[in-house]
């Protein structure tokens, strides 16, 4: 993530992502967000925009129009400026309730939060703890994330859904070309993001592996995103893990087994159709029996 280095920069880059969308034709704009009312919001759900999502802000706020079809988010754009505040406070807080739902449901433990307790609510009580240290999420669009901090920009967009975290554009700018415009799953080897968030960062580099009765996390490599039918992979290897939901049905999404359990480490088990369970409600469809 880039440190502060003139507000033109940042400014650019947001103004470029609001543009890119603009173009799009897909939504419609409200005015931006005012000075005033970024005061409100960062005063009311105790966090700072960075910078290029400020920017982005700034020059028009999105509006949500009816789903498409497969689309399992109701109203994917955060309504800063009139929205229901639980329903953004649900938002906000969904990166956390997703990796506590591993902790209790699929046994994900964090190592950097030392020995899980052996007692199921000791562990979920331990994580709850360790996650209020962790940097806020503030949601982009849906389940898309950028982490939070005035003078800081440029920070790849993450896609996070439950402890299963992805890549979704070298920045915000980068990410609205992927999710909305011609270059949906379209990478290669010069697509190289770097995030420096804390603690989220980890989970993003990891790879699942067998550890006793759970699983836990050991450090490899990026994980773009890549292919347009994630979906079909994840459901093909675990008939009870619905697929991280997308924008639409084309769009890539997460899927466990196709990149987060399915490549293994030197040394380390390799773990196939290793799924898990995800929780039912809006945004995440309820298993299949």
């Not at 967000?33 to 005063?43: K, S």
């Not at 554009?169 to 010069?190: K, N």
């Not at 769009?251 to 088990?269: D, F, I, Q, V």
Request: charged share 25%; hydrophobic share 35%; aromatic share 10%.
């Amino acid at each position: 993530m880039r440190r502060w280095s003139g507000a033109r920069e940042q400014a650019s880059l947001g103004a470029a992502a609001a543009r890119r969308l603009t173009e799009t034709g897909r939504y419609e704009f409200e005015p931006g967000l005012t000075d005033v009312e970024f005061a409100r919001i960062e005063r009311e759900f105790g966090f700072e925009f960075a910078d290029d999502h400020r920017a982005f802000l700034a020059a028009g706020l999105p509006v949500n129009v009816p789903p498409e079809d497969g689309q399992t988010w109701d109203r994917p754009w955060p309504e800063w400026r009139a929205g229901d505040v639980d329903s953004l406070r649900r938002q906000l807080a969904g990166p956390v309730e997703g990796v506590l739902f591993d902790v209790e449901r699929n046994g994900f433990w964090y190592a950097g939060w030392g020995e899980r307790p052996a007692d199921q609510t000791a562990s979920v009580e331990t994580a709850r703890r360790h996650l209020a240290e962790v940097p806020v999420l503030v949601p982009v669009y849906a389940h898309r994330y950028l982490p939070t901090g005035r003078g800081n920009f440029g920070h790849p967009v993450l896609s996070v859904c439950q402890t299963d975290i992805i890549y979704y554009g070298l920045d915000l700018d980068d990410y609205i070309h992927r999710e909305f415009g011609e270059a949906r799953g379209a990478v290669d080897d010069s697509w190289n993001p770097k995030t420096t968030v804390p603690f989220w960062r980890d989970l993003l580099r990891s790879v699942r592996v067998r550890a006793g009765t759970g699983w836990t996390t050991r450090l490899r490599g990026r994980s773009p995103p890549s292919g347009r039918s994630s979906t079909r992979r994840s459901r093909a290897a675990s008939t009870t893990t619905p697929a991280c939901p997308s924008r639409d049905p084309g769009a890539p999404g997460h899927g466990r087994a196709a990149w987060a359990w399915s490549e293994g480490l030197s040394g380390a088990r390799r773990v196939s159709g290793a799924g898990g369970a995800r929780p039912a409600g809006k945004g995440n469809p309820a298993p299949a029996s």
